[in-house]
């Protein structure tokens, strides 16, 4: 049986750390609305945006055993329509979501839609060691890695 992709713990708190961003994230009241449209148990009340929902992000993957939560929060939050008239917000979150995102070889299109990265296969849910065998066997260009900056 294969087993269900997952996203590792620190590319989920990259993710977080986007969507929780002080100057930049979502609000308080966003981030709620994004976890209830998503189904995702928000009970945390101690600690930083980012810190209450990676928790939940984790806690959620953990008790699914997959990774789909994770990324119906990352589409609901980076819908275009919620950035209606603001599309340099838009692209400057979906930009920061993209660096997050790179080591799960996921990336966020213009149009907002989540995909697989471009050369990368994610079908063994690539984390950091998967990244590092992909780019030793040439899958992908080092241009669009975090490993450069």
């Not at 990352?74 to 838009?90: L, Q, T, W």
């Amino acid at each position: 049986m294969m087993s269900e992709k997952k996203i590792s713990e620190s590319d989920i708190q990259a993710i977080s750390d986007v969507l929780g961003d002080t100057d930049e994230g979502l609000t308080e009241a966003e981030i709620a609305e994004v976890l209830d449209v998503c189904r995702i148990k928000n009970d945390l009340t101690e600690g930083t945006k980012q810190q209450r929902l990676s928790e939940a992000l984790s806690g959620q993957q953990l008790r699914d055993g997959h990774r789909k939560a994770i990324l119906a929060v990352i589409r609901v939050a980076i819908n275009p329509e919620r950035y209606a008239g603001d599309n340099e917000k838009f692209e400057r979150r979906r930009v920061r979501l993209n660096e997050a995102l790179a080591l799960s070889g996921l990336q966020v299109q213009q149009d907002g839609l989540l995909i697989a990265s471009p050369g990368v296969s994610i079908g063994r849910g690539i984390g950091s060691e998967g990244l590092i065998m992909a780019l030793w066997r040439g899958h992908v260009p080092l241009a669009k890695t975090r490993l450069q900056q």
